[in-house]
């Protein structure tokens, strides 16, 4: 299950005499966060009196993201010019701009902030954020393709934590499939048996297919995800670049040149028929580039990681359009 955001409150607590303003913050950093030191007490008034005669303090935000309570009072940031005390018109501008960053986007009913009249009563009430909850269906899915050459079964989440049982009797390609699923974060446990008297290719083949299906049932109709990805991953001399997109339209792009025939007794053949039968299923777009290298695990085992990292990329959820199909066509 992927949540983006959720019971997110943001609630400011005793903020008499809190009057709005407004704060760009641009270029500053906070250097922690957590319980983090604003300015003190003192400062605050000091600070905030010379921006607004109103604003006379500085308080509390709590908020409660979860099961986890954090209470930011400003920021503590290093300000060479200070000799590493806090900042406090820093410190306080970043406070608002995050308070306001957080309300703008959070919030979809607002009322006034709380001003003072000519009698020094409180005529409007401080801003308040409603709870947001975005949730997302579990991506999982599970695909069993019989046939009479092969046995594959695949079971995968999208949003796992790299754990990864491999077995389909061809050890160089279970070693293969656990690269996907350490650096795509992607649990998978695959079980395959097949023809492999005969050779490897129809159980490899198959495997790829397999996966490609089930990677296609459990992103369902692609809303919300990224769709792009794209990486560089070096292993030792080998440089392979991957970029893929989850576009609909199946296209391979294969440009690696391996110098050899075979990896212990994997055939080399069978990875551009791997990744075929992944493209053609998962129905994704993917250019597979080798910039160098000549040790033939090496540019291999490096496609797999580019591959897995691409693809941790694109099925990323977009917290910008978590419900939305990432075209313009509306359709992937």
Sequence with gaps: MAIVLRNLRITPYATKN???????????????????????????????????????????????????????IG?????????????????????????????????????????????????????????????????MASVHRVTGETDVQVSLNLDGQGQCSANTGIPFLDHMLHQISSHGLIDLDI??????????HHTNEDVGITLGQALSKALGDRKGIVRFGHFFAPL???????????????HLSYGLQIPTARVGSYDTQLVREFFVAIVNHA??????????????????????????????MAIEVDPRRAHLIPSSKGVL
């Excluded at 079980?191 to 490897?200: F, M, P, R, V």
């Excluded at 080798?290 to 941790?312: C, M, P, V, Y």
Aim: glycine letters at 6%; hydrophobic letters at 35%; a positive charge.
């Design 18 to 72: 809190l009057a709005p303003l407004t704060f760009r913050g641009a270029g500053l950093l906070p250097a922690r966060f957590g319980r983090a030191r604003g300015p003190s007490h003192s400062q605050a008034t000091k600070v905030a009196h010379r921006v607004n005669p109103d604003l006379r303090s500085l308080h509390n935000i709590r908020c409660h993201y979860e099961r986890v309570s954090c209470y930011y």
């Design 283 to 312: 129905q994704l777009t993917l250019h597979l580039r080798q910039l160098d290298g000549i040790n033939s695990h090496h540019i291999i085992e490096a496609t797999f990681k580019a591959f897995a990292r691409a693809l941790r």
């Design 236 to 250: 030792d001399e080998a440089l392979v670049q991957v970029t893929l997109d989850f576009s609909g339209r199946p």
């Design 75 to 139: 920021f503590h940031l290093h300000n060479p010019h200070s000799n590493g005390r806090a900042n406090g018109v820093s410190s306080l501008c970043l406070w608002f701009t995050y308070l306001k960053m957080a309300i703008s986007l959070l919030s979809r009913s607002r009322t006034p902030m709380q001003t003072r009249d000519s009698r020094n009563n409180l005529t409007d009430t401080l801003t308040t954020v409603s709870p947001l909850t975005l949730e997302f269906p579990v991506r």
């Design 191 to 200: 079980k395959a048996t097949g023809d492999l008297e005969i050779d490897d």
